[in-house]
């Protein structure tokens, strides 16, 4: 079964370094997304790209946080610097449909883990 | 929406039990709504899904409920086992000038006890 993969899995870094979030997505997947989900809550959205295009990313503080998905297959999300409260799972998703169907059911990875120090 | 705090909801049934875990969406342009279930140190998996023009639907074991009126969706799972312990998490697909930005609800910790 295909699945979205995400590395690392685990990143321990110190306040303002920078790390970086590889994702690649389910094969054939027009649309992919990256959330942050903190200890206890929902995930969020921080940024939807559809191929290589960025459909949506006003939840991304874009003064550190920076995504891109360039030739519209896999992904790349970007903090620097880092600060400690950016610990949380960062967890990548991808879907087939374009973001503007309805039923645009989402496939998720299983994240990566970043602690700040 | 919602303000979440760290302490999740927790529900707690003994194996054999049905559960019913509650969510109630925020936005009424909402027209699609999904369930997922994440287990500890993973990502959320798809459970079930419905649409607006529906009031339920049935999967295997599992069961959606939508009420509009009330803005209010239930999840069902008949005669819960120990691999259904997980978080489970309402999301909401509303529409925003012609995207689809995914709103997820707080989660529910489910508990079963063997």
């Known amino acids: 079964e295909a699945e979205v993969a995400q590395s690392p899995r685990y990143k321990i870094t110190e306040k303002s370094q920078a790390v970086a979030f590889w994702c690649d997505p389910i094969s054939g997947h027009a649309t992919l997304y990256w959330y942050r989900q903190i200890l206890g809550q929902g995930p969020e959205l921080l940024v939807q790209?559809?191929?290589?295009?960025?459909?949506?990313d006003s939840q991304l503080p874009k003064d550190r946080f920076s995504a891109e998905r360039l030739k519209g297959v896999d992904s790349t999300l970007k903090i620097q610097p880092a600060e400690l409260g950016d610990s949380a799972m960062y967890l990548c998703a991808s879907s087939w449909t374009s973001g503007s169907m309805v039923t645009d059911t989402q496939y998720f990875g299983p994240g990566t883990r970043l602690t700040v120090l | 929406g919602e303000s979440v705090g760290l302490h999740l909801p927790t529900l707690s049934v003994q194996e054999g039990d049905n559960s019913i875990i509650n969510c109630a969406y925020s936005?009424?342009?909402?027209?699609?709504f999904i369930w997922y279930k994440q287990e500890s140190g993973k990502g959320p998996q798809f459970i079930i899904d419905i649409r607006s023009n529906m009031d339920k639907r049935q999967g295997q074991r599992v069961t959606v409920l939508l009420n509009k009126t009330v803005k209010h969706l239930s999840l069902q799972i008949a005669a819960t086992q120990p691999g259904d312990s997980a978080v489970y998490f309402c999301?909401?697909?509303?529409?925003?000038?012609?995207?689809?930005?995914?709103?997820f609800g707080r989660g529910t910790s489910l508990i079963v006890h063997p």
């Open positions: 790209f559809q191929d290589e295009s960025v459909v949506d």
């Open positions: 999301a909401e697909n509303p529409s925003a000038g012609g995207s689809y930005i995914p709103t």
């Open positions: 936005n009424s342009a909402s027209d699609y």
